[in-house]
T-cell receptor, first 115, second 111 residues
Framework: GAGVSQSPRYKVAKRGQDVALRCDPISGHVSLFWYQQALGQGPEFLTYFQNEAQLDKSGLPSDRFFAERPEGSVSTLKIQRTQQEDSAVYLC?????????????FGEGSRLTVL | QKEVEQNSGPLSVPEGAIASLNCTYSDRGSQSFFWYRQYSGKSPELIMFIYSNGDKEDGRFTAQLNKASQYVSLLIRDSQPSDSATYLCAALYSSASKIIFGSGTRLSIRP
């Protein structure tokens, strides 16, 4: 596609529910990132993939968060047993370079609200 | 201490004036620095990047980097109302996998 596509755009979950957020990067982009952005804050790094390899997951806040990119293209961020503090916009970004150069193309984000 | 720090603002600048946005970073190994613009309710978009000490100009935008002081800035000349947005400073950490963002500075250009 022309840009990074994320779905769903909006998700309301009850506390304790599991959610899955999908990211479809720009075709051919090797690197893929997930960020969490709370209201009024900058994006917080969660995890980074190069092709199907998850090279850095140091930003995942707990073991309830899991990300995968099994075929090196589409990625899914899964949050188990959601908590209210998980409410945020989850941004996916991709980069065409194998080595991360910081030139990221962001999707529109998935806004998660946990009640 | 946050890894990338910015004044949250809001910074209010009259139309036509120069807007100056500042950022400091903690990792001396960081090599690359970026300014992203984020309109309300939208996702960030890259407007400038800088790797070397000194100034880099692109149209109305000038990025400045001082690695000794661990300081990055963005100047916007001839500010327009369409420049009103949150500006995010970001650093590519020396591990070359993480891109760390600051909390952003809200800029408002008043007519």
């Amino acid at each position: 596609g022309a840009g990074v596509s994320q779905s769903p755009r909006y998700k309301v979950a009850k506390r304790g529910q599991d959610v899955a957020l999908r990211c479809d990067p720009i075709s051919g982009h090797v690197s893929l990132f997930w960020y969490q952005q709370a209201l009024g804050q900058g994006p917080e790094f969660l995890t980074y993939f190069q092709n199907e390899a998850q090279l850095d997951k140091s930003g995942l806040p707990s073991d309830r968060f899991f990300a995968e990119r099994p075929e090196g293209s589409v990625s899914t961020l899964k949050i188990q047993r959601t908590q209210q503090e998980d409410s945020a916009v989850y941004l996916c970004a991709s980069s065409h370079r194998g080595r991360n150069t910081g030139e990221l193309f962001f999707g529109e984000g998935s806004r998660l609200t946990v009640l | 201490q946050k890894e990338v720090e910015q004044n949250s603002g809001p910074l209010s600048v009259p139309e036509g004036a120069i807007a100056s946005l500042n950022c400091t970073y903690s990792d001396r190994g960081s090599q690359s620095f970026f300014w992203y613009r984020q309109y309300s309710g939208k996702s960030p978009e890259l407007i400038m990047f800088i790797y070397s000490n000194g100034d880099k100009e692109d149209g109305r935008f000038t990025a400045q980097l001082n690695k000794a002081s661990q300081y990055v800035s963005l100047l916007i000349r001839d500010s327009q109302p369409s420049d009103s947005a949150t500006y995010l400073c970001a650093a590519l950490y020396s591990s070359a996998s993480k891109i760390i963002f600051g909390s952003g500075t809200r800029l408002s250009i008043r007519p």
